[in-house]
């Protein structure tokens, strides 16, 4: 097996990774703003939810203690 001398040249990773940031788009300010509320609110209603899950399970276990 003949040993070929034509060597070919690797491409630079940090070119690459130059070429796929170009390829991104970006949220304006306006989209990051919109989804930064909502996420907030979500969790906020997801707190509450749990939260009154929480209290009514402990509140009909201490009913059931008493008992």
């Known amino acids: 097996m003949a040993e070929t001398t034509n060597k070919e040249k690797k491409p630079n990773f940090f070119h690459g990774v130059k070429r796929e940031f170009k390829k991104i788009t970006w949220p304006t300010g ?29 509140t009909g276990i201490d009913k059931l203690i008493k008992l």
């Open 30 to 58: 306006n989209d990051i703003v919109k989804q930064t509320v909502l996420v907030t609110l979500i969790t906020a209603v997801c707190a509450a939810i749990i939260a009154g899950i929480d209290f009514l399970a402990k």
